[in-house]
Antibody, heavy 123, light 106 residues
């Protein structure tokens, strides 16, 4: 059974930093792309970042230069390093497993999701 | 960037009804589209990928269709447990979600 367990969320002041973690189990982590998706309170889903199985990274325009996604295949862990945080970064951050993982289709849709970790940016 | 327009934003229907949610995309994404169901306080759950492929374990009353720029999610024989918010999601170029459609049971 695929399990994704996020941690690292919390209350941080504007301009601060935070590192989110996602511990994955139940699948061959190193074969799949992984992603972070966020959801502001009462709002819709918003893709944040993706890292492929080859460690190529992609970030949404609104976080580029502030957030960095990375992975450690030896520990089945996904991270999101967040800096220069703003109030509008307040959201529940989900770790998601991408269904892609082949040279032909390195990324696809998200077939499994964690329960999320809440990030609140406020003074 | 690919833009997605989902409609309606809310719909109310009775048990047993057939409901349709539409997702329009700003440029062709062939069939690189998924649908998710999200219930309050829960993570999204994948229903359909590649526009029309039903995920294992998803009831057959859910179906998806479309290609290019227009897609639909249909729930036939609506059940009380289908009360949720539904999102479309394109993965042709980066990843984008629709704004969501809240389905309420009358």
């Amino acid at each position: 059974e695929v399990q994704l367990l996020e941690s690292g969320g919390g209350l941080v002041q504007p301009g601060g930093s935070l590192r989110l973690s996602c511990a994955a189990s139940g699948f061959n982590f190193g074969r799949y792309a992984m992603a972070w998706v966020r959801q502001a309170p009462g709002k819709g889903l918003e893709w944040v970042s993706t890292v492929t199985y080859l460690s190529n990274t992609y970030h949404a325009d609104f976080v580029r230069g502030r957030f960095t996604i990375s992975r450690d295949d030896s520990t089945n862990t996904l991270w999101l390093q967040m800096s220069s945080l703003r109030a509008d970064d307040t959201a529940l951050y989900y770790c998601a497993k991408d269904a892609g993982g082949t040279p032909e289709l390195p990324t696809r849709h998200f077939d499994h999701w964690g329960q999320g970790t809440l990030v609140t940016v406020s003074s | 960037d690919i833009q997605m327009t989902q409609s309606p934003s809310t719909l109310s229907a009775s048990v047993g009804d057939r409901v349709t949610v539409t997702c329009r995309v700003s440029q062709s994404i062939r069939t690189w589209l998924a649908w998710y169901q999200q219930k309050p306080g829960k993570a999204p759950n994948l229903l359909i990928s590649e526009a029309s492929t039903l995920e294992s374990g998803v009831p057959s009353r859910f179906s998806g269709s479309g290609s290019g720029t227009e897609f639909t999610l249909t729930i036939s024989n609506l059940q009380p447990e289908d009360s949720a918010t539904y999102y479309c999601h394109q993965y042709q170029s980066y990843w984008t979600f629709g704004q969501g459609t809240k389905v309420e049971i009358k």
